[in-house]
């Protein structure tokens, strides 16, 4: 059964980088089949995608964080990272790793089917 | 960017009632690209229902998806007691957008 959990900090002070790592166990990660990807949810607020990556390291993010974020991917440990640069209060969040559905019968997915835990991400100084 | 506008804000129902949820975009989406999640308190989300009407793997059947265009609708006929929790929908076509949630609670 394919696990993701994320790691990282959780208390960061306002300016600091945000790293998260989400490891995946229970399956693969470098599949052509799927992107994986980060979603955040500020307390007692919605869902926010941030961005994905495939296993050859192709990335796409959300505009609203673009110009801070970075997503990588180490396939040799079946880990992919988050980093976050420049962190203020409103990045306050749950911040959770996924991975897309996928493609089946030649149309492609791209909602969150697998979800890690989620991991508190506080920026306070 | 396609904004979701979910409604109702909240939804106050008995076990065995059946619950309407909407999902209106701001403008036309391919139905392949909507998807529907279920988060119960503390935990991650749980994908429900993809492609508009696809129910995700283990699914039960009383979640069903429905609509085309802008207008969208999950349904769950006979609310469990594990049924009552926050549920969002979502783009995933173009912009990978959230709606703000309809949070469905015992009356």
């Known amino acids: 059964q394919l696990r993701l959990r994320e790691s990282g900090p959780g208390l960061l002070k306002p300016s600091e980088t945000l790293s998260l790592t989400c490891t995946v166990s229970g399956g693969t990660i470098d599949s052509s089949s799927y992107f994986w990807g980060w979603i955040r949810q500020p307390p007692g607020k919605g869902l926010e995608w941030i961005g994905s990556?495939?296993?050859?390291?192709?990335?796409y993010y959300n505009t609203s964080v673009k110009s801070r974020v970075t997503i990588s991917v180490d396939t040799s440990k079946r880990e992919f990272s988050l980093n976050l640069n420049s962190v203020t209060a409103a990045d306050t969040a749950v911040y959770y790793c996924?991975?897309?559905?996928?493609?089946?019968?030649?149309?492609?997915?791209?909602?969150?089917?697998?979800w890690g835990q989620g991991t508190w991400v506080t920026v306070s100084s | 960017e396609i904004v979701l506008t979910q409604s109702p804000g909240t939804l106050s129902l008995s076990p065995g009632e059946r619950a309407t949820l909407s999902c209106r975009a701001s403008?036309?989406?391919?139905?392949?690209?909507i998807g529907w999640y279920q988060q119960a308190p503390g935990q991650a989300p749980r994908l429900l229902i993809y492609g508009a009407s696809k129910r995700a793997t283990g699914i039960p059947d009383r979640f069903s998806g429905s609509g085309s265009g802008t207008d969208f609708t999950l349904s769950i006929t006979r609310l469990e007691p594990e049924d009552f929790a926050v549920y969002y929908c979502?783009?995933?076509?173009?912009?990978?957008?959230f709606g703000q949630g309809t949070k469905v609670e015992i009356k």
């Open positions: 990556i495939f296993y050859n390291g192709v990335t």
């Open positions: 979502q783009e995933y076509g173009t912009s990978q957008t």
């Open positions: 403008q036309n989406v391919r139905s392949d690209f």
């Open positions: 996924a991975r897309h559905l996928g493609c089946i019968n030649g149309v492609c997915y791209d909602a969150f089917d697998v």
